[in-house]
């Protein structure tokens, strides 16, 4: 019999990656993450399996792993958040030249619409599940939503002006 | 259908467009030469979301964590358990060794006797050079 992690925590582990690697933008460092999170709720399976809302659950931990991370390493006061620390571009030379792009056009962003335009248009998620996944209101996503996607429309027009 | 696609561009922009909605446009843009802009920001998006995670695996077993606390004194009572049992065993090698030792006393205390007992013997074993009773006791005379 499968496992509770196995059927549960395991098949969320390319979105949570995904939203990692927007955080840090750090393929190993994102993976890291995700190993030690994954151990933690392993250990605690029990527990996460009465959870009203793992995935919420998860992306906390994610975030409190990365800033603990970041920390600890002293790029980071205890005070400041993920945005201080985000590079505009990938860390690691060898990105997918998609990933690479996905990344300069997000980075003016505010993290709160970077996190909510990527749930919303790579993933593919409603806005309960954003809602759920983000811990913030329905309204909150709607809102920064449309925010993040006219920041998006402005740039493209000014690419295209461009040239 | 391009009437169709801006208005759908048009509500996405805003904000107000459903999965559904969205999935439409994607589909209906992709049978567009024009809409450039938009093909790639959508090809972009679709092409990172294929991006996994390579170096991540399910974790093995569950480590037991021990309480520190609870091994000091397992191992606290496993030592004087220890030299518990490893005195008694000597004590007991002891009392065995002091055993035998009085033992073989009782033994030479009794070997020492029989021999003063067999010294006192030995006037009898003259008796059998005497030939007769009568040579014994001098009765007959020769």
Not at chain 1, 93 to 111: A, F, N, Q, T, Y
Request: a negative charge; hydrophobic letters at 40%.
């Amino acid at each position: 019999m499968k496992s509770f992690f196995e059927t549960h925590i395991w098949p969320k582990r390319s979105k949570l990656y995904r939203l990692v690697y927007l955080w840090v933008r750090d393929r190993a460092l994102a993976e890291d993450m995700i190993q030690n999170v994954f151990e933690k709720s392993f250990q605690k399976e029990k527990e996460l399996s009465i959870h009203p809302n793992l995935s919420g659950w998860l992306v906390k931990s994610l975030k409190n792993e990365v800033l603990m991370h970041y920390r600890s390493s002293k790029k980071l006061d205890a005070l400041d958040g993920i945005e201080e620390v985000q590079a505009d571009e990938p860390v690691n030379e060898e990105v997918k030249e998609s990933v690479r792009k996905v990344m300069i056009l997000l980075k003016d962003l505010p993290l709160k619409q970077q996190e909510i335009f990527q749930l919303r248009e790579v993933e593919g998620m409603t806005y309960e599940e954003i809602a759920d996944y983000l811990e913030v209101s329905i309204e909150q996503v709607k809102v920064n939503l449309h925010r993040a996607r006219t920041k998006i429309r402005e740039k493209m027009i000014a690419l295209k002006e461009r040239g | 259908m391009k009437e169709r696609i801006e208005e759908l561009l048009e509500k996405y922009w805003e904000g107000e467009t459903t999965l559904l909605e969205e999935k439409e446009l994607k589909t209906l843009l992709n049978s567009q030469s024009e809409f450039q802009e938009e093909k790639s920001l959508f090809g972009l998006l679709e092409s990172y979301g294929q991006e996994e995670p390579e170096k991540v695996f399910i974790p093995k077993t569950k480590i037991r964590k021990l309480d520190s606390r609870w091994l000091s004194w397992a191992a606290s009572v496993a030592i004087f358990t220890a030299s518990f049992v490893g005195w008694r065993a000597y004590e007991q090698k002891q009392q065995e060794q002091q055993a035998y030792e009085e033992v073989m006393q009782a033994f030479a205390l009794i070997q020492s006797n029989m021999a003063k007992g067999q010294e006192q013997m030995q006037v009898m074993n003259e008796i059998k050079y005497l030939n007769t009773t009568n040579q014994m006791f001098g009765t007959v005379k020769e």
